[in-house]
């Protein structure tokens, strides 16, 4: 009896404890979930971010773009741009990986391959100067419908799906140039030196200085325009050439940024002080030539801001804002007396 009374006791205290202990482990778990839920998720991953092999999904935010800037030719001019984009992706703190790519002497089948390239990369965006707006139309448009948005800058492709142009009004600033030739010699005779033919800005100044000479100055003649082909070379060449030829002419003009270096260095080594050179852009050697003499008039298009506006454009478009059609920089014609305002001297 004394056995069996025993063994019933030793069940009761082995059931009791068993109870004791079961329940508190019940009352820790409860409040475990709503720390998984709403505690530190934030230690957690800073805990776990530092981890080199780990393979978590970045949050949207934390999402590095990859943005394309395809120039029409590798030459310096397109440097400044290059550094616009580079220093508004270091201001602004936006997480960019920029590619920047260009044809060796602005061979419209090389930029085709880079836009081929880049579609099958799949980057985030893309800005384009066409080196000819037509035959680059159908891979702009592609990129397009592969999902990539695509601006233009410098020149432009309107037949294309683009989004939207950044850069010069190029006709207007032909007009400027022609309108800097007029105001030295409203009876000049004129050479030109353009680099690549086919590409549509450049077909716009000239445009637009020629319609501006027909309405006003019907007596102004262009005598002759040479290519290069993109090589600075060939720019240089032709120019001497065309000096030789013919030697009563009035003013050189440049179409493009190789004008401008090229015709410094035929000032210097010609002897032209009696001649005008009108040229476009703001080179270090064109804004030198001007302090120096050897070029009257420069068209400065202010293409360090195109870099910037690349880079917050292809942004936002990103993250759901719209293009502009038009983002226009507009150009002005610098000379002896402004240049110092706009590029002081170091």
Not at 37 to 60: L, R, W
Not at 79 to 94: C, F, L, N, P
Not at 225 to 239: C, E
Request: proline share 6%; with cysteine; aromatic share 6%.
């Amino acid at each position: 009896m004394r056995k069996i009374l025993f063994s019933v006791v030793s069940i009761i205290v082995m059931l009791v404890s068993i109870t004791g202990c079961a329940s508190p482990a019940t009352t820790t778990a409860q409040p475990a979930a709503p720390a998984q839920t709403t505690a530190p998720a934030q230690p957690a991953v800073e805990a776990t971010a530092p981890a080199a092999n780990e393979s978590t999904a970045a949050p949207a935010e934390e999402k590095t773009y990859k943005f394309a800037i395809v120039y029409s030719i590798a030459v310096e001019f397109f440097d400044t741009v290059t550094r616009g984009a580079q220093d508004e992706i270091a201001a602004s703190g936006k997480k960019v990986e920029l590619i920047v790519k260009a044809p060796d002497k602005g061979d419209i089948n090389q930029q085709i391959e880079i836009m081929e390239n880049l579609i099958n990369m799949h980057v985030d965006g893309i800005a384009i100067g066409p080196s000819d707006s037509d035959a680059l139309t159908p891979y702009i448009d592609k990129a397009i419908d592969a999902g990539i948005p695509v601006i233009t800058f410098d020149t432009d492709a309107p037949k294309s799906k683009r989004l939207g142009y950044i850069g010069t009004n190029n006709y207007e600033a032909g007009k400027l140039l022609g309108q800097a030739v007029a105001d030295l010699n409203p009876d000049a005779k004129v050479i030109c030196t353009i680099s690549v033919p086919t590409q549509l800005g450049l077909q716009q100044r000239v445009k637009g200085a020629q319609d501006l000479w027909a309405e006003k100055y019907p007596n102004i003649k262009l005598l002759d325009m040479r290519s290069s082909g993109g090589d600075p070379a060939v720019t240089l060449s032709n120019i001497e050439d065309m000096v030789k030829a013919y030697p009563d002419f009035d003013v050189l003009i440049g179409i493009d940024a190789q004008g401008g270096p090229a015709a410094v260095s035929a000032w210097k080594a010609l002897g032209l002080d009696n001649k005008k050179a009108v040229v476009f852009d703001d080179l270090p050697a064109v804004v030198q030539g001007i302090r120096d003499g050897q070029i009257t008039t420069a068209i400065s298009q202010f293409e360090y801001k195109w870099g910037a506006e690349i880079i917050n454009k292809l942004w936002d478009v990103n993250h759901g804002g719209k293009v502009p059609e038009l983002t226009e920089i507009t150009a002005v014609a610098l000379t002896k007396e402004n240049v110092d305002q706009y590029f002081p001297k170091e």
